[in-house]
C-alpha cells in the first residue's frame, strides 16, 4: 500500500492463486496482465444489461461501453480485518435503529424531550406521523441499511444512512460477475440475493412469504435492477414478483397481483410521494388491517438526516447512551459526523449552538454563515428528508465549492425551507486519495486513476441481526466533491484480500 492509502498496480497483479469461497467453482486470479485486465474489463462489461442500466437509467452511456460507469478489471480490496470492522457496524447501526425507533416513542409520550419527535415529524402529513406511531408497528425497522461510508482524512465517515437504497440489484449483479473471475467477494457471489431473501422470510414470519416488490413511478430509474432482483429471489424459491404499486389490487382476503394473494410487500417508493399513487389507501388499509407485512416499515422519521443532528445533540447524550452502551455510542460518534439541524428560530442572547465555531467563534445565530471566505465554508447543506431532493445527490450544497453569493442563497433557502423540509448542516471531510483502474473504452487501453471513494455496505437484517452482504464502491476523479454514479466514476464491488486497503473505523 502506498504513503496515500491506495493499492498499487502491483499489488493488485501479484496475487495469484487466490480461490473465490463463493465463486461456485475453482477459478484461480493468476498474474493480472494489461492483456488480462483488458480482456476482463471487456467480459465484464458484456455482462451488463442491455434491457437498462441499474439505477439512474437517464445517465449517459460511456462511449462504446454498456455502462453509465467506468468498468473496472478488479473489485475495489479491502483487508479481512477491514471487513471484520464492518460487520460490526452493521449491528451497531441496527442498534441505532432501534434506539432511535424507541427515543422517538418515549418523546411523544413526554419521557424525554419533545423536540425529539417534533423536528423528525416537521413538515410531514398526517396519515404519514399516523401510521408511523401506530402501536401495532411500534418494533418494526428497516429490513436493508446502507450507510455511504466517506473514506477521508479524519477516518470513515457516514455521509448518509439509507433504510431505502438503490444498487441492491446493480451490487448483487457486479459480485456474481467478479465472483466468477475468482475474487473473494465480500457477501460471497450471491450475497445481495441471498441477504435479501432472509430478510424477507424472517419479515414475513415464514418460509414461504409471497412477495410484491412495488417500485413507484418516482424511483422508476431503479425498476430494472429491482425486477432483477426479483428474478434472482425466484432462482432461491421464493415467490416474487417486481411490480408498480398501482398494479396491485385489493380483494375481500387481501392485495392480489394477478392472482397472486401478496403477504409481504417490499416498500420501494418514498413516503413523501405517497399521494401520487393512486392506490395507496388501499395499500395503507391492507397494512393497518395486517392483511400484508411492509417492509421497511411506514416511519419516516427513521429515513430523516436529522437523526444524526440528534444524534450529536448534548441534551439527549444521556438517552442515547442508556438504549445503546457507551462502546457502542463511542463508536459511532467516529463514523457519525458533527450534524446540525438548521432551525431558524432565534437562541437567547447567551446561548450557542454547540459544537459549531466559525472563524474560532461560537455560532448562535446562522446569520454568521453569510459572508464566509471560502475556507470558512468547508460545510455541507443537506436536505434531512421526506422530499424529492433528499436522496442521491440533488439538494447538497458544498459551501467551499460555491461562490459566496451561491453559499449564501443555500443558507437562506434552507432556513426558509424548515417548516417544510428541514435541513442540515455538516463539516466537509476531505477525501483520501486512492488508486483504481479503468477501461478507456475509446484509448482500447486500461488506465490509472487516483480519486476519492464512496462505500455503501449493504446489512440486510433477519431476526434481529445484521448481515454484510456486499458493498457497492464509487470511486470518482479527485476533482470531484460530490461522490455519485456518474459518467467518470469507477463502480465496483469490494472483494477481500490481504493486500487491500485497511479502513480507519
Known amino acids: 500500500m502506498t504513503e496515500d492509502g491506495s493499492c498499487t498496480t502491483a499489488q493488485t497483479e501479484s496475487r495469484k492463486n487466490q480461490t473465490s469461497e463463493g465463486s461456485g467453482g475453482s477459478a484461480a486470479v493468476t498474474t493480472l496482465t494489461e492483456s488480462d485486465a483488458r480482456a476482463r474489463s471487456l467480459a465484464l462489461n458484456d455482462r451488463v444489461p442491455a434491457s437498462g442500466l441499474f439505477g439512474e437509467a437517464s445517465r449517459p452511456l460511456v462511449e462504446g461501453s454498456r455502462a453509465s460507469w467506468r468498468i473496472a478489471p478488479e473489485p475495489?480490496?479491502?483487508?479481512?480485518?477491514?471487513?471484520?470492522?464492518?460487520?460490526?457496524?452493521?449491528?451497531?447501526?441496527l442498534a441505532f435503529y432501534s434506539a432511535a425507533n424507541r427515543l422517538y416513542r418515549r418523546s411523544v409520550r413526554g419521557t424525554i424531550p419533545s423536540f425529539f419527535h417534533e423536528y423528525l415529524d416537521r413538515g410531514k402529513s398526517e396519515t404519514v406521523v399516523d401510521y408511523g406511531r401506530m402501536n401495532r408497528f411500534r418494533r418494526d425497522l428497516p429490513g436493508v441499511i446502507r450507510p455511504d461510508l466517506l473514506l477521508t482524512a479524519d477516518g470513515v465517515k457516514a455521509a448518509e444512512l439509507d433504510s431505502v437504497p438503490g444498487g441492491i440489484g446493480l451490487t448483487g449483479s457486479m459480485q456474481q460477475h467478479y465472483s466468477s473471475l475468482g475474487f473473494t467477494m465480500v457477501g460471497g457471489s450471491n450475497g445481495m440475493a441471498e441477504g435479501f431473501a432472509a430478510t424477507i422470510r424472517s419479515y414475513a414470519g415464514n418460509n414461504d412469504p409471497q412477495l410484491a416488490i412495488a417500485v413507484s413511478d418516482e424511483s422508476a430509474d431503479y425498476?430494472?435492477?429491482m425486477q432483477w432482483l426479483s428474478d434472482q429471489l425466484r432462482e432461491l424459491g421464493m415467490s416474487s414478483a417486481c411490480t408498480r404499486p398501482e398494479d396491485i389490487v385489493m380483494r375481500d382476503d387481501g392485495l392480489y397481483l394477478d392472482d397472486r394473494l401478496i403477504d409481504t410487500l417490499y416498500r420501494f417508493l418514498e413516503l413523501f410521494d405517497l399521494k401520487n399513487i393512486p392506490n395507496y389507501d388501499l395499500l395503507l388499509y391492507a397494512v393497518r388491517k395486517q392483511l400484508v407485512v411492509m417492509t421497511p416499515?411506514?416511519?419516516?422519521?427513521?429515513?430523516?438526516?436529522l437523526l444524526f443532528g440528534l444524534f450529536h445533540h448534548p441534551v439527549l447524550a444521556e438517552f442515547w447512551m442508556q438504549e445503546m452502551g457507551k462502546e457502542t455510542v463511542a463508536a459511532l460518534q467516529r463514523v457519525i459526523p458533527q450534524t446540525w439541524i438548521l432551525d431558524p428560530r432565534p437562541l437567547p442572547p447567551h446561548a450557542v449552538i454547540p459544537g459549531l465555531e466559525v472563524a474560532k467563534k461560537p455560532v448562535s445565530d446562522w446569520k454568521q454563515l453569510l459572508g464566509l471566505g471560502q475556507a470558512e465554508r468547508r460545510l455541507v447543506i443537506k436536505p434531512s428528508g421526506y422530499s424529492a431532493a433528499a436522496w442521491g445527490s440533488r439538494g447538497v450544497t458544498i459551501g467551499h465549492d460555491h461562490p459566496e453569493a451561491e453559499w449564501d442563497e443555500a443558507v437562506q433557502t434552507a432556513l426558509d425551507a424548515f417548516e417544510t423540509t428541514p435541513h442540515v448542516l455538516q463539516k466537509f471531510h476531505h477525501g483520501n486519495r486512492y488508486g483504481t483502474r479503468y477501461y478507456d473504452f475509446a484509448q482500447d487501453s486500461v488506465r490509472k486513476m487516483n480519486g476519492r471513494v464512496r462505500l455503501s455496505p449493504y446489512y440486510f437484517v433477519?431476526?434481529?441481526?445484521?448481515?454484510?452482504?456486499?458493498?457497492l464502491v464509487t470511486v470518482v476523479p479527485a476533482d470531484k466533491k460530490l461522490i455519485h454514479g456518474m459518467v467518470d466514476a469507477v463502480m465496483v464491488p469490494a472483494a477481500i484480500s490481504e493486500s487491500g486497503v485497511s479502513l480507519d473505523l
Not at 82 to 93: F, V
Not at 462 to 471: C, F, K, M, S, V
Request: net charge negative; no cysteine; charged share 30%.
Open 76 to 93: 475495489f480490496l479491502i483487508t479481512p480485518e477491514s471487513y471484520a470492522r464492518l460487520q460490526q457496524l452493521g449491528d451497531r447501526l
Open 223 to 225: 425498476r430494472p435492477e
Open 297 to 305: 416499515p411506514l416511519k419516516a422519521y427513521l429515513e430523516e438526516k
Open 462 to 471: 433477519a431476526n434481529d441481526e445484521t448481515t454484510l452482504a456486499g458493498i
